[in-house]
């Protein structure tokens, strides 16, 4: 491959330069670098890697043609737009898939966050600015922290819009991090948005996805969990002084807000958190209000507990914000995640000796065991019992038994701790 001034072969040079030197003129870059990278990043893209190999690898002039039309496609759209400089603050990054449903899944990242843009040879205000990445771009945003700073090359619609669409420029996009003194966020959000209470949203529905409310709230409750379909999602219910009032109480009126949002906000803030919010609010037929949460930015940040649970392979049944204060789960016991492990084994084998079962005090289980052992026996519609109802299960399971069928159900007290605060002896066990 013969060498040339840019370092791209000289099939492409050729085609490239009268781009490259227009885009130059443009202001659109500086030098050649950007072309040469986007003829680089081409050369090495998965996507084309089989094609490539099938031309007869990079060497081959068919194959040096066909990345060259391919950096042109992309080439000629960025020609036709205006290119800015954007310093970026990132307050969220969300990488998502949609269209699993229909048959057609996307990678998208979503980026919420407030940007300083040079256009023309001046620096602008400070804006919030929202940047969807679809497909191949999503990649981008790979390394992408928040609360990092960035500087990256973009495309814009509208530099007077409250909210800036940001938008990359293909094959040019790459966020380079920097360090650059941006505006206080709340301070930018209050004068961006006009504030809403909680008990006026009703009358506010957002008309569009972008279409968003701003809050501040109280959080009452923050968790991540799991959807049937396996993935996870957040879950925050948020109040503010509107949804407090004596009155609100007294009338029974919806006290809180019902919100959706990423895994990593839910995972932010605690019990007692004071956020300022922007929602995307909704109205649900007989569930009422709720919202999607996009952006939660700290005013008051209480850590939320640090947890571990290991999974049981259960069913979705539990997974609802009332577990989360559920007497029997493993959050408020301590000694549940330790006994758990050993009991559930235990019901799942097969018993190598036969103990004396029926002296296990089934109420002394927590109730996921309880519902591992009735999956074991093979009942159904346990998921839903309460843990009387459970232990009746259980309880018929052990009297109609033959001794030579027996499960192993005794060991499981026999992991339990000495310092257990049931009241049965678990020192009788062996």
């Known amino acids: 491959m013969a060498k040339t001034k840019t370092g791209l072969p000289a099939i492409a040079e050729k085609r490239l330069m009268p781009y490259i030197e227009r885009g130059i003129q443009n202001g659109v870059f500086s030098d050649a670098e950007p072309v040469v990278e986007l003829f ?85 205000e400070p804006a919030m600015f929202r940047m969807s990445l679809w497909d191949e771009d999503a990649a981008l945003a790979d390394d992408m922290e928040r609360d990092g700073t960035y500087a990256t090359s973009v495309s814009c619609r509208n530099l007077d819009a409250e909210v800036l669409d940001l938008r990359p420029l293909s094959g040019l996009t790459l966020f380079r991090e920097e360090e650059y003194e941006h505006a206080d966020r709340a301070e930018l959000l209050k004068e961006t948005f006009e504030q809403y209470d909680i008990a006026d949203l009703e009358d506010h529905i957002s008309r569009s996805p972008q279409d968003l409310r701003l809050i501040e709230a109280t959080v009452s409750y923050a968790g991540v969990q799991n959807s049937k379909s396996g993935s996870t999602f957040g879950k925050m219910l948020l109040k503010d002084d509107s ?137 159904s519609g346990y998921s839903d019992m309460k843990k009387d109802d459970l232990v009746s299960l259980l309880s018929g399971d052990s009297d109609d038994s033959d001794d030579d069928e027996e499960e192993a159900e005794a060991p499981a007290p026999a992991e339990a701790s000495d310092d257990s605060d049931d009241g049965d002896d678990w020192d009788d066990w062996d």
């Open 243 to 379: 949804t407090m009032t004596m009155e609100a109480i007294e009338e029974g009126e919806t006290l809180l807000l019902n919100c959706l949002c990423s895994t990593d906000i839910a995972q932010r803030y605690g019990k007692y958190s004071r956020i300022l919010a922007l929602v995307n609010t909704r109205m649900n037929g007989e569930y009422g209000l709720s919202a999607n949460l996009e952006v939660a930015i700290p005013l008051v940040v209480v850590a939320p507990p640090k947890v571990e649970v290991e999974a049981t392979g259960g069913d979705d049944s539990e997974d609802d914000a009332a577990s989360y204060f559920s007497d029997d789960s493993d959050l408020l016991d301590p000694d549940a995640k330790k006994d758990e492990e050993p009991a559930t084994e235990a019901v799942e084998a097969e018993a190598d000796d036969d103990d004396d079962d029926d002296d296990v005090d089934l109420s002394a289980l927590p109730v996921k065991v309880l519902k591992t052992m009735a999956k074991a026996a093979g009942h």
């Open 40 to 124: 680089r990043r081409k050369a090495t893209e998965d996507g084309l890697k089989e094609t490539i190999d099938t031309l007869g690898g990079m060497k081959s002039e068919m194959a040096q043609r066909f990345v060259t039309d391919c950096v042109l496609t992309d080439l000629s759209a960025i020609l036709r737009q205006k290119r800015y400089l954007a310093h970026m603050e990132i307050w969220e990054v969300a990488h998502r898939t949609v269209g699993i449903a229909k048959g057609n899944p996307r990678p998208v990242c979503f980026i919420y966050g407030q940007a300083q843009v040079e256009s023309d040879g001046s620096t602008m």
